[in-house]
């Protein structure tokens, strides 16, 4: 905790210490760090009676053991206020029509973080391959089981308060499981992932999965590099055609 003192005569004048202002010291923002925490967002969904039943929610990314739903392993409430009263982060309804949801999240008030906000595509239905129907039968549908559509994203923390690093520190996030156990959340970005969700068991985000993207994203850029260095070969050789034919014409 530091002090800071002054005062002013009623000219306007400083006239020495007479009263004392304190800046707690927790209050005091940390320069130069930023801290993140892993979340994922989504919703599962099952057939419920004539319509769906589906959970829409925020949760830690780490499953726990022996749980059948996705991710959920830690208790964010240390650093997430909720409007819905307590943890779990979520929501459960039902209804038959998919639409897009704005997730908001607010903090407790000790962090001085603004809330943040991101959308969710409600998914009810089975996800659908190449040739596959979008809203499959009945039959099909409940023979799939549990639709999921979950998205792993991070909220980082610029310089935060003292008080919130703590809070922070002493909360650190379950690791992600080494390999994978289980099937593979599905993607668009990557469709192969497909194949997973035709999968009975509930999926589950693992380190082997970052590995994964990690070299996913390493080939993508090899390819990138790959085409640039074709389409430059053929840039080059596009110029050389045309100086033989300027020559031929007699172009300067």
Not at 47 to 65: G, P
Request: charged share 30%; aromatic share 10%.
């Amino acid at each position: 905790m530091s002090e800071f003192s002054f005062a002013v005569d009623r000219k306007g004048k400083s006239r020495g210490p007479t009263c004392t202002l304190f800046v707690m010291a927790d209050r005091v923002r940390v320069r130069g760090l930023s801290i993140f925490r892993p979340i994922i967002y989504g919703n599962t969904a099952v057939r419920h009676e004539h319509t769906h039943r589906w959970t829409v929610a925020v949760r830690s990314v780490a499953s726990a053991a022996g749980s059948d739903m996705v991710g959920g392993a830690d208790d964010l409430s240390y650093f997430i206020k909720r409007f819905v009263d307590k943890p779990p982060f979520e929501v459960t309804e039902t209804g038959w029509g998919e639409f897009d949801i704005l997730i908001r999240i607010t903090y407790i008030a000790d962090s001085g973080e603004k809330a943040a906000s991101v959308y969710h595509h409600l998914k009810l239905h089975p996800w659908a391959g190449p040739g596959e129907p979008e809203i499959p039968t009945m039959d099909v549908a409940i023979k799939a089981g549990p639709v999921h559509s979950w998205q792993y994203d991070e909220i980082v923390f610029n310089e935060p308060f003292n008080s919130f690093l703590n809070t922070l520190t002493a909360h650190p996030p379950t690791p992600l499981q080494k390999t994978k156990r289980k099937p593979v959340p599905f993607h668009i970005a990557y469709p192969q992932s497909l194949e997973d969700t035709k999968l009975v068991e509930t999926p589950e985000f693992s380190q082997e999965m970052e590995k994964e993207e990690a070299d996913r994203l390493e080939q993508a850029k090899k390819k990138i590099v790959a085409e640039q260095e074709r389409l430059r070969n053929i840039l080059i050789e596009r110029e050389k055609e045309l100086q033989e034919l300027q020559k031929l014409v007699g172009d300067p």
